[in-house]
């Protein structure tokens, strides 16, 4: 019957074949215009990710490049160098009798040579001293906190500068102080501890120096050289200094909130670049916790309505305690001078920060380490702590507003002395001196409005006394009085001791002034300036005012005479005056040499201010601001630029003036927002500036609508002997801008980067879920490359930084995703009376002008994984060249299959019982990546014959949307060579399901690697803690890192991979959501909570591992678990990976 119907079957046939060739011809035209199609997209789809790669990279090289740049102007470095004779005495009786933690750490005596009394040790027991007497302590005890890896040897700078001031400068530290006593200071042998990444260290820290002042201040019990009051009554003190250094600062601060700290033990905290505000590595949580639990009992230490138990604690200890922060400003290149303030933490009446370029007599920038040694900081310091001393209080310290009036007038740049003129004085009763002027002196000035000394030629008064100049201070308008001098003004009292003149603010006193006839006894002084001639007199009553005086730089030199002094009396305080009186002294200015002047004015106190720009940020960014100040100007005049508030930008001020050769000095300009003050000096014709400030910052906390959170600027110049304008021109300085960005967003180098891998990884799943294929990494970086999906991201990153503002309703809900504890808002807005905000989202900045920020993010993120996965697959094809060169049979390498299931298995428990036991689970993170980075290497030296990156091969990923499985086989061509001992029945499966298998296999398991290895960094700090504690043959309770449920699911997956399993197909719509949702949050917390909460990362990878177990697990159940080898290989082959 076949031949009977072959013809009529040849006549279809010939139909059929007709029509195929129609359909294959139309086909054939179809897929040339796809392919043209397909080639159009693919080529712009390369151009586009190339370009933003390339455009990430080179942002990314830049901002390198910038920061190695070295800073120049006020932002140099000009520190003096120090020399010493240091002595160390460690003592050896604190020893495990008194602390748990003397195995670990030290504790030392530092005494410098031929200064301090050197300690004695008994010949009977040379290595203990269990005699207090051998240690001669005569001083106050003050104890040295070393920073993250630092030593106790950083001491000797501050301790010897101490020890000099205090034995060869005697006389003056007297007359500063008279109860002054020498220190003892006493440093902690840390042995180079790792504070910053390790919680558990830093309590370590705090808990064994509670215990060390415990046995410090028992050293000073029934001492011989004990410190004597003036009654010959020993005193031992019940108190210690703390100075901390870095992440001493903060295990300063923790020790006051352990269980083990001694009442009234502590009242007075320095540090030095500390960061009090934000944990500088967020790599531990533990760290983090103890970060927030310490300032969670500072602030509750200082509110009133919280009465509980822990409250209570926290009032008690520290209703006494004082505490100063002091930071080198922006040449810190390891911790963001932003993290070092105050705000939110403690009252302005119990401590503040500053920074070194404001410090009177310091005004230069230290980086972190020089901050300890620094020859113009330490000798405030030293003066500093000379002088808050009190040898007759048991404390050993004055109290705690007299200790901060000391701190403010030492430390603080002076500006707010003026303020108070009356807070010295009863102004209902008389002042302290009265003079008595003849009227002739004072013909004219009666309208006097400057002064200028000296003046050339000037002729003496016919009157015998001292030159007079009277400023008359109207009522009927406010006047602002402006002082500056190269000579500091001299109490009247000695007024004839130096060239300097007296500044007096004055009052008339009036004849029916009844408090005249009451008082007139309490006059401190009398001055009679008439003569027997002298027919007209006025009488004032007085105040000497030049203890208010402030300092100002005159350059950047390290020469002696580098200053000038200046005096500013605002109109609220002139209000309860009638006159500003200068009285010149007998000695004369030395005119001729023209070094010494002093310049004096009253000038309306509107016309002393001037308002550059309004507050708008993008008009500066995209025009600039400027300003012009008259010629007829004030000598010390304030510029408000409400706009640079922002410490994301570097400012570039552009000023411009002719110098006058007959000027005193040269223009110079103070920079001055919050607690950092700034000098730019030596400026001349055209002048550029660069301004870098410590303003609003992200991740820190700042006050809502604060007055001073933008940038001031006090502009000091003789205009009294220069009569041009000058021109200043504000806009900003971009490379500058980008050197910023390095140490704020340090650690968003793996939070940033790691969203836009979980982002490719997702998109990979979801087309796995579909069609059952795994694409590549690079198809997916191809794929959200083309120009609507990148046009979203670009968007999204721009308006994120807006969206995600702390004040706003969206990032008050996006706080929800954030399971990680944050600071207490309300303990902070209580501490400061006034709103305060954290903005700790996403790059945490609250400017929306700074939406570029963003897209800088985005390109570097993409560039980032751009340059790893193409260097891993650089890694990947030198490695299969070298295989086909059998390279490696020279080299008896084990291959995976060397080892079998059951030695795996082994290995994996052992190394779990590791973890609970001794390892911290980090180690068995860095044992599982260099697992699957060997694995996924064999994996395609193995099988070389498909490329990981190519998507030419599998076409674009839109015709897999509509395709099905058979179809993708049907056009793929990337057959492996199929095993020629393979069972014809199953030959038909391989191209079908083992080649697509492979396909899925090498993409997940190379995208799991990127993902991994991102990961590493959270790990290695805490790593790097165990290892230095181990050579110290320390062991470190590491609590919380040998919880074995934060590594087993990663552990055992990737022995899973390991083995040949893949994960299995999604199929259920659960399943699909879940996985999914899953990795969509982790992207998201990564790019939102990434850079303040990295440890979290690694928990978000567990539960992720976790997730792929449960599916394997599933699906195993069902009987569907796939494995790669059994699709790969006949029963009787091995495969390569095996």
Request: charged share 15%.
């Amino acid at each position: 019957m076949s031949k009977k119907l072959e013809p009529n079957n040849n006549n279809n046939n010939n139909n059929n074949n007709n029509n195929n060739n129609n359909n294959n011809n139309n086909n054939n035209n179809n897929n040339n215009n796809n392919n043209n199609n397909y080639f159009h997209i693919n080529f712009i789809n390369h151009l586009i990710l190339s370009t933003l790669s390339l455009t990430g990279l080179l942002l990314f090289c830049l901002i390198g490049f910038s920061y190695l740049k070295p800073y120049e102007g006020a932002d140099s470095p000009y520190c003096k160098g120090v020399y010493m004779s240091p002595a160390y005495a460690k003592i050896h009786a604190f020893d495990l009798s008194h602390t748990k933690f003397a195995s670990k750490y030290s504790l030392y005596l530092y005494r410098e040579q031929f200064k301090d009394s050197m300690p004695s040790y008994s010949s009977s027991n040379s290595n203990s001293n269990s005699n207090n007497e051998n240690f001669n302590l005569s001083g106050t005890p003050i104890l040295f906190i070393p920073g993250n890896a630092g030593s106790y040897k950083q001491v000797r700078s501050i301790a010897a500068e101490t020890s000099t001031q205090f034995f060869d400068n005697n006389e003056f530290i007297k007359n500063l102080n008279l109860n002054s006593n020498n220190l003892d200071f006493f440093t902690a042998d840390f042995n180079e501890d790792f504070t910053a990444f390790h919680g558990r260290t830093m309590l370590d820290q705090a808990e064994y120096l509670n215990d060390a002042i415990h046995f410090i201040l028992s050293l000073y019990k029934n001492n011989n050289n004990s410190i004597n009051n003036v009654n010959d009554n020993k005193i031992s003190p019940n108190s210690v200094i703390l100075l901390g250094h870095s992440m001493g600062g903060i295990v300063a601060r923790v020790m006051l909130s352990l269980p083990n700290y001694l009442d009234d033990s502590v009242n007075t905290i320095i540090t030095l670049s500390t960061p009090h505000n934000a944990p500088p590595t967020t790599f531990d949580g533990d760290l983090l916790n103890v970060f927030k639990l310490t300032d969670d009992f500072w602030r509750n230490g200082f509110i009133n309505d919280n009465n509980s138990k822990l409250s209570n604690i926290a009032k008690k200890r520290l209703e006494n305690v004082s505490l100063i922060s002091i930071t080198g400003g922006i040449l810190d290149s390891t911790l963001p001078t932003d993290y070092t303030t105050l705000t939110g933490l403690i009252p302005s009446n119990h401590g503040f920060s500053i920074s070194t370029t404001g410090i009177p007599e310091v005004w230069t920038p230290i980086d972190h380490l020089a901050i300890v040694w620094c020859d113009q900081l330490r000798k405030v310091l030293a003066k500093t702590l000379l002088q808050i001393i009190d040898v007759n209080s048991i404390t050993q310290t004055y109290s705690l507003e007299k200790r901060m009036e000391i701190f403010k007038s030492n430390l603080l740049p002076g500006f707010q002395k003026s303020s108070e003129i009356l807070k010295n004085i009863n102004m209902d009763y008389n002042l302290p001196y009265k003079l008595k002027i003849d009227l002739k002196q004072l013909k004219n000035s009666a309208n006097q409005r400057f002064i200028k000394l000296p003046k050339n030629l000037t002729k003496k008064s016919e009157i015998y006394s001292p030159p007079i100049h009277l400023f008359y201070v109207p009522k009927d308008e406010n006047f602002k009085f402006n002082f500056i001098s190269s000579l500091k003004p001299s109490n009247i009292q000695l007024l004839n001791n130096s060239p300097a003149p007296s500044v007096l603010l004055c009052r008339t006193i009036l004849k029916d002034n009844k408090l005249i006839d009451n008082y007139q006894h309490n006059y401190k002084e009398f001055y009679d300036y008439t003569t027997d001639i002298t027919n007209q007199f006025a009488e004032l009553e007085c105040m000497d005012i030049n203890k208010f005086i402030y300092i100002v730089p005159k350059s950047y030199s390290n020469f002696e005479n580098n200053e000038l002094y200046a005096l500013e009396i605002p109109s609220n305080i002139l209000s309860f005056f009638n006159s500003i009186v200068l009285v010149e002294s007998n000695l004369d200015i030395n005119y001729l040499n023209n070094d010494d002047f002093v310049l004096a004015d009253l000038e309306l106190e509107k016309s002393s201010y001037h308002k550059l720009g309004d507050s708008s940020l993008w008009k500066l960014i995209s025009r600039g601001n400027d300003i012009t100040i008259p010629s007829h100007r004030s000598i010390i005049v304030d510029i408000d630029i409400p706009a640079i508030k922002s410490s994301m930008l570097a400012y570039k001020l552009d000023v411009r003036y002719i110098k006058s050769k007959t000027e005193k000095f040269s223009p110079l300009i103070c920079q001055s927002i919050k607690g950092e003050t700034k000098w730019h000096l030596n400026i001349d014709s055209n002048k550029i500036i660069t301004s870098i400030i410590n303003g609003n910052s992200p991740f820190t906390p700042f006050i809502i609508n604060d007055p001073s959170s933008h940038v001031k600027l006090k502009v000091f110049s003789d205009s009294l002997s220069s009569d041009q304008l000058m021109d200043i021109y504000v806009s900003i300085d971009w490379f500058q801008s980008l050197k910023l960005l390095v140490l704020k967003y340090r650690l968003s180098i793996i939070g940033f980067p790691i969203c836009i891998t979980l982002l490719i990884i997702a998109i990979q799943f979801n087309y796995y879920s579909k069609y059952n294929f795994y694409p590549s990494y690079g198809e997916i970086m191809l794929y959200i490359s083309n120009f609507k999906i990148m046009s979203f991201l670009l968007i999204f990153y721009s308006i994120l930084s807006s969206l995600t503002k702390s004040s706003s309703f969206f990032g008050k809900l996006i706080e929800f995703l954030d399971p990680v504890e944050r600071n207490n808002l309300k303990l902070m807005d209580k501490i400061e009376n006034k709103p305060v905000e954290i903005n700790s989202i996403f790059m945490g900045i609250d400017e929306p002008s700074l939406w570029f920020y963003g897209l800088i993010i985005l390109l570097i993120s993409i560039g980032l994984n751009y340059l790893i996965y193409n260097l891993l697959l650089l890694i990947l094809n030198i490695f299969i060249k070298f295989s086909k060169l059998k390279i490696w049979n020279f080299f008896n390498f084990p291959k995976i299959n060397y080892f079998s299931n059951q030695r795996k298995t082994l290995s994996v428990i052992a190394l779990l019982m590791l973890v609970l036991i001794y390892l911290p689970y980090q180690f068995a993170y860095i044992v599982c990546v260099l697992t699957q980075a060997f694995s996924t290497l064999n994996l395609f030296i193995s099988y070389p014959s498909l490329n990981s990156y190519s998507t030419q091969e599998n076409q674009n990923l839109i015709e897999i949307k509509e395709s099905s499985l058979e179809k993708i086989n049907e056009k793929s061509n990337i057959f492996s060579t199929i095993p020629n001992n393979t069972k014809e029945p199953e030959r038909h499966l391989y191209p079908k399901k083992s080649l697509i298998l492979l396909e899925n296999f090498k993409n997940f398991n190379l995208s799991f690697t990127i993902l991994m290895l991102w990961l590493i960094p959270i790990h290695v700090p805490v790593l790097i803690v165990w290892i230095h504690d181990i050579s110290l043959k320390w062991q470190t309770p590491f609590s919380s890192h040998h919880n074995i449920l934060a590594i087993l699911p990663i552990i055992i997956f990737i022995q899973l991979l390991n083995q040949g399993y893949m994960i299995p197909t999604l199929n259920s719509k659960i399943n699909i959501f879940i996985t999914k949702a899953l990795l969509f949050y982790f992207s998201v917390y990564s790019l939102l909570f990434g850079t303040r909460h990295l440890y979290y990362l690694h928990t978000l990878f567990n539960f992720v591992c976790v997730w792929f177990l449960f599916i394997m697990i599933q699906d195993w159940g069902n009987g569907h678990l796939e494995n790669f080898n059994v699709f790969m290989v006949s029963k009787d082959y091995v495969s390569k990976i095996h």
